[in-house]
Nanobody
Framework: QVQLVESGGGLVQPGGSLRLSCATS????????IGWFRQAPGKEREAVSC????????YYANSVKGRFTIFRDNAKKTVYLQMNNLNSEDTAVYYC?????????????????WGQGTQVTVSS
């Protein structure tokens, strides 16, 4: 069965960095699109960064461009989100999701499987 498990969240000061991991199982990672989404308190879930199958068609939200990077280690069946220069607006629960069709869109409705989320808190 398809599973996605996020890890790496935590508390970090503004300007700091975190690397989130999404460990996957039950499918061939590079054949699926993987998206990172986040949901802050009182806000709707939004796409952060998405990668189509074969790590193509990469998407970054304008708010994270130049600060976040999505990449895959297919041998480890893990997707990462490197987050640099974090600020308080990055505070949210971060989810990874997989899309069977591999398009890598930023539309959360296109994604078929979701992890449980990992909390990222940026605070001074």
């Amino acid at each position: 069965q398809v599973q996605l498990v996020e890890s790496g969240g935590g508390l970090v000061q503004p300007g700091g960095s975190l690397r989130l991991s999404c460990a996957t199982s039950g499918f061939t990672l590079d054949h699926y699109a993987i998206g990172w989404f986040r949901q802050a308190p009182g806000k709707e879930r939004e796409a952060v960064s998405c990668s189509g199958h074969g790590a193509k068609n990469t998407y970054y939200a304008n708010s994270v461009k130049g600060r976040f990077t999505i990449f895959r280690d297919n041998a480890k069946k893990t997707v990462y989100l490197q987050m640099n220069n974090l600020n308080s607006e990055d505070t949210a629960v971060y989810y990874c999701a997989a899309e069977i069709l591999g398009r890598g869109t930023s539309n959360q409705d296109d994604y078929d499987y979701w992890g449980q989320g990992t909390q990222v808190t940026v605070s001074s």
